[in-house]
């Protein structure tokens, strides 16, 4: 049996110090080594196998952070791991404090083909394992043939399209090896709900964007636009996704996607949950009311839907302690998980032909204010977000 983790890490905006990220956003050497010194002291405490991190301007500022855990945790080796003269030396509890350090360890860094010029910058997304690659990571955001949707209208008659030729930021596929297996990861970081506001031919700013002359309209339509995006890719990456499965390939899919676990975006990427029984339903050729898929049908359409759905890990963690305390996202008073670890049939504990299965979910949300609070500046080193991680374990 082989244990690993595996873990998703959105860092909020790394970049180096005194460098413009967005318009008039920068940090100073002091908030920079703050942000710098917090980012490891949460790499430590995760320790996990493989991190997917999302909001990553610079590789060298990802970089330096995983070596500042790597001395931090190598300290506390020295302080909490006793040597062998003492009698507890082998107990499992001090083999658990071990750090182990990312020496060897693979980084894949995807940045963003958006990526601006100071103040105008766009981040992309990285993978860390302990294990490395097989093969090398792929990055997908320029769309070789653009994801076009056409829209029926009601009548039968055109009702239009939506394009998409580029992703807002790069999906990064990796395969990972765990003992005899190798798992495909995906890490991802959909579109925000932050609107897309027009901006005119010439024009400095959005006119949706000034808020005294406030535009209603305008802005609905910006988080429309958004809206439709985060959708697109979600697709995008459902469509590699089935790539991999098909191929026969364990799949795990970690990262922010910007939206709760029932939304479209979220079941968009899961897939559709099977009915528990088709024969029930009229078919789809239906000649006459009765008409209906048989019991065989269903077992085929059951296997078919199931075979490439998606499992929370966050549910299947509550499912098992039957109780709910994850969230990784605070803002306006409003407490849920935008962050998520998907995993593949190959893993749950349902299946009998699994290959492995999920002991344990952690979450670090402690240090999470809500945005509409006094202690939102400490929000802007810290992340906003809270890490997750799945402890696993392939047979």
Same mark, same amino acid.
């Not at 495909?184 to 027009?198: I, M, P």
């Not at 049908?297 to 509550?318: D, G, R, T």
């Given at each position: 049996?082989?244990?690993?983790?595996?873990?998703?890490?959105?860092?909020?905006?790394?970049?180096?110090? =005194?460098?413009?990220?967005?318009?008039?956003?920068?940090?100073?050497?002091?908030?920079?080594?703050?942000?710098?010194?917090?980012?490891?002291?949460? $790499?430590?405490?995760?320790?996990?196998?493989?991190?997917?991190?999302?909001?990553?301007? =610079?590789?060298?500022?990802?970089?330096?952070?995983?070596?500042?855990?790597?001395?931090?945790?190598?300290?506390?080796?020295?302080?909490?791991?006793?040597?062998?003269?003492?009698?507890?030396?082998?107990?499992? #509890?001090? *083999?658990?404090?071990?750090?182990?350090?990312?020496?060897?360890?693979?980084?894949?860094?995807?940045?963003?083909?958006?990526?601006?010029? +100071?103040?105008?910058?766009?981040?992309?997304?990285?993978?860390?394992?302990? /294990?490395?690659?097989?093969?090398?990571?792929?990055?997908?955001?320029?769309?070789?043939?653009?994801?076009?949707?056409?829209? /029926?209208?009601?009548?039968?008659?055109?009702?239009?399209?939506?394009?998409? %030729?580029?992703?807002?930021?790069?999906?990064?596929?990796? *395969?990972? +090896?765990?003992?005899?297996?190798?798992?495909?990861?995906?890490?991802?970081?959909?579109?925000?709900?932050?609107?897309?506001?027009?901006?005119?031919?010439?024009? +400095?700013?959005? +006119?949706?964007?000034?808020?005294?002359?406030?535009? !209603?309209? !305008?802005?609905?339509?910006?988080?429309?636009?958004?809206?439709?995006?985060?959708?697109?890719?979600?697709? $995008?990456?459902?469509?590699?996704?089935?790539?991999?499965?098909?191929?026969?390939?364990?799949?795990?899919?970690?990262?922010?996607?910007?939206?709760?676990?029932?939304?479209?975006?979220?079941?968009? #990427?899961?897939?559709?949950?099977?009915?528990?029984?088709?024969?029930?339903? *009229? *078919?789809?050729?239906?000649?006459?009311?009765?008409?209906?898929?048989?019991?065989?049908?269903?077992?085929?359409?059951?296997?078919?839907?199931? %075979?490439?759905?998606?499992? %929370?890990?966050?549910?299947?963690? $509550?499912?098992?302690?039957?109780?709910?305390?994850?969230?990784?996202?605070?803002?306006?008073?409003?407490?849920? %998980?935008?962050?998520?670890?998907?995993?593949?049939?190959?893993?749950?504990?349902?299946?009998?032909?699994?290959?492995?299965?999920?002991?344990?979910?952690? $979450?670090?949300?402690?240090?999470? /204010?809500?945005?509409?609070?006094?202690?939102?500046?400490?929000?802007?080193?810290?992340?906003?977000?809270?890490?997750?991680?799945?402890?696993?374990?392939?047979?």
């Amino acid at each position: 049996m082989t244990e690993f983790t595996i873990a998703s890490f959105n860092v909020k905006n790394l970049i180096g110090a =005194e460098q413009e990220y967005y318009t008039y956003e920068s940090y100073t050497p002091e908030e920079h080594a703050w942000k710098q010194s917090w980012l490891a002291e949460q $790499v430590l405490t995760l320790n996990a196998d493989v991190i997917c991190f999302q909001e990553i301007f =610079e590789e060298d500022a990802l970089q330096a952070v995983i070596d500042e855990a790597d001395a931090a945790g190598m300290e506390a080796n020295e302080s909490n791991i006793p040597d062998r003269s003492k009698k507890y030396a082998r107990k499992a #509890i001090f *083999r658990k404090l071990a750090y182990a350090p990312y020496t060897n360890a693979a980084l894949a860094f995807a940045p963003n083909i958006s990526d601006g010029a +100071p103040g105008h910058r766009r981040p992309g997304v990285a993978i860390l394992s302990k /294990t490395g690659f097989v093969g090398e990571p792929e990055i997908i955001q320029d769309l070789s043939e653009p994801l076009e949707i056409p829209f /029926t209208d009601l009548g039968g008659s055109d009702g239009g399209s939506y394009k998409v %030729s580029r992703l807002s930021r790069p999906l990064l596929k990796a *395969r990972v +090896p765990v003992g005899d297996t190798v798992i495909t990861v995906f890490n991802c970081h959909l579109k925000s709900k932050l609107g897309e506001l027009d901006r005119p031919d010439g024009a +400095p700013f959005p +006119p949706a964007a000034d808020l005294v002359n406030y535009d !209603a309209a !305008a802005r609905a339509l910006g988080s429309l636009r958004a809206g439709l995006r985060r959708m697109a890719e979600a697709w $995008v990456l459902r469509r590699a996704i089935l790539e991999s499965l098909e191929a026969g390939q364990p799949v795990m899919v970690l990262g922010d996607f910007n939206d709760s676990e029932h939304a479209v975006s979220t079941e968009i #990427i899961t897939g559709e949950a099977p009915f528990k029984n088709y024969a029930w339903m *009229r *078919r789809h050729d239906a000649t006459h009311k009765s008409d209906r898929y048989t019991d065989a049908e269903n077992e085929i359409i059951q296997e078919k839907i199931s %075979s490439v759905k998606l499992h %929370s890990a966050e549910k299947l963690f $509550v499912r098992k302690s039957l109780r709910d305390m994850v969230f990784t996202s605070a803002f306006g008073g409003v407490f849920e %998980s935008i962050d998520q670890i998907l995993m593949s049939q190959h893993f749950h504990p349902d299946n009998p032909n699994r290959i492995g299965q999920m002991d344990y979910f952690s $979450v670090l949300n402690d240090h999470l /204010t809500d945005g509409s609070h006094p202690e939102a500046p400490y929000n802007k080193l810290a992340s906003d977000h809270g890490q997750i991680m799945a402890h696993m374990h392939i047979f």
